[in-house]
């Protein structure tokens, strides 16, 4: 082997770009989140599904929609035995392959689910998006129900209350269904004709193919054209059926009388093609630019666009990098004893038998003077030490420690193991 090649394989690799290591306290912090996510929508009636990480592209073409962003230019695609597979880009897509795979429509309706997991886009890094990156997401499948869609806006509200969420704002609008965009799309381009040539180049593009996505440019040229009173004024005429209409009144009373605020934002569109009638955001204002912290919307030709019987859906998906930004210091469960020990299979049977208890608990592995050991648990910020020698073993009995006072006094195992060492 040559100097040079030598000299390559013990230089460092890195991370890949737009991805993160997670450790130590952080992943406590955010099993903590985790853990909270699955009891709140266990306690309401959904049930956790886990889909692969992979699925066919296409898949996300047919669901997610061959005009966006995702998948024209940020998915991970790659070709295997002549087949083209695809990271997942995002949840829903995956969620309701498996709800018609699976035969859930046969299931009582309402289905109702959640998920979480690795998502991966190929986008330009920044504070709180990554290329891998993870979302927690609910999915409810079966109703057209104003009552279905306050489920879910609630569900995310009061999970972000439960977290203690600061400066949440929920944005929400009515687009309708595909017959009601058509009105929308022939009045807006009419409006933007005169002056196409001024707005962005994917603006320009999306005039031909997705008019109702100009209004999710963040372009700030193209922002300040949407912002004028004549497009404004157009943008306020609701071009949605009477159906969706009532549907959506009905929808914002629920939210009066649950005293949930919102904000109706008429630029509001999302930015994925399969969305109907009722799309909603939540931000906060203390993420900067990128404030949104939760999105969703109904999606009730989805399931039929992938091959499914005909079947009414909302969901919504949030982004956990944001999340755990907005969210304050969580409690940590500290170490409750750590077991210095020259006597080691006495003190795993020790230690075993406190962690039923449901007692942190780690014991002392290095072999080094009981000194160094206390020294470690001392570092480790542990409430008490167990030092368990061999005069111990034989006593029965068991040295506490405790590491903030210093003060020590000899505790039988019976005492310990029944939670009262006094």
Not at 133 to 161: K, N, S
Request: one cysteine or more; charged letters at 25%.
């Amino acid at each position: 082997m040559t100097g040079t090649s030598q000299k390559s394989r013990r230089e460092l690799i890195q991370r890949p770009k737009g991805t993160q290591d997670l450790f130590g306290t952080e992943v406590e912090r955010w099993e903590s989140v985790e853990s909270l996510c699955r009891l709140h929508f266990q306690n309401a009636g959904y049930q956790e599904v886990r889909t692969p990480v992979f699925e066919h592209t296409e898949l996300f073409e047919r669901g997610v929609g061959e005009g966006t962003d995702i998948v024209n230019k940020e998915m991970y695609t790659f070709e295997k035995s002549e087949r083209r597979l695809s990271l997942r880009p995002e949840g829903t897509a995956g969620v309701v392959r498996a709800f018609i795979e699976q035969g859930m429509a046969r299931w009582p309706k309402p289905v109702k689910l959640y998920y979480m997991g690795p998502m991966f886009r190929y986008e330009r890094p920044q504070a709180g998006r990554q290329r891998q990156f993870h979302q927690v997401g609910l999915e409810l499948f079966g109703l057209d129900t104003p009552a279905a869609d306050a489920e879910a806006i609630l569900m995310a509200m009061r999970l972000f209350e439960q977290l203690g969420l600061p400066n949440l704002s929920l944005q929400i609008n009515n687009i309708g269904t595909a017959e009601c965009r058509e009105r929308f799309k022939a009045g807006f381009k009419a409006l933007l004709a005169p002056i196409l040539t001024q707005l962005c180049l994917d603006c320009q593009t999306r005039y031909g193919s997705n008019p109702l996505r100009m209004l999710d440019c963040k372009n700030p040229g193209c922002q300040a054209i949407y912002a004028q009173p004549d497009l404004q004024a157009f943008l306020q005429t609701d071009f949605t059926s009477e159906d969706c209409q009532a549907h959506f009144a009905e929808l914002l009373k629920l939210l009066d009388a649950l005293k949930v605020p919102y904000h109706r934002n008429f630029m509001l569109v999302r930015g994925l093609d399969y969305y109907t009638k009722t799309v909603f955001e939540i931000t906060s204002t203390n993420l900067g630019a990128q404030n949104a912290v939760c999105g969703g919307g109904r999606y009730n030709t989805l399931v039929e666009d992938l091959g499914g019987p005909e079947t009414p859906a909302i969901g919504w998906a949030l982004g956990m990098e944001r999340l755990m930004a907005l969210v304050g210091e969580l409690p940590v469960k500290p170490l409750d004893y750590y077991l210095v020990t020259d006597q080691h299979a006495a003190a795993f049977d020790l230690a075993e038998q406190l962690r039923a208890q449901d007692y942190k608990v780690e014991v002392d592995l290095s072999g080094k003077g009981f000194g160094k050991q206390l020294e470690r648990a001392a570092k480790l910020n542990a409430r008490q030490a167990l030092i368990l020698g061999s005069a111990e073993v034989h006593s029965g009995e068991v040295q506490l420690k405790n590491l903030a006072s210093k003060e020590q006094r000899v505790v039988p195992y019976a005492l310990l193991l029944q939670g009262n060492p006094e």
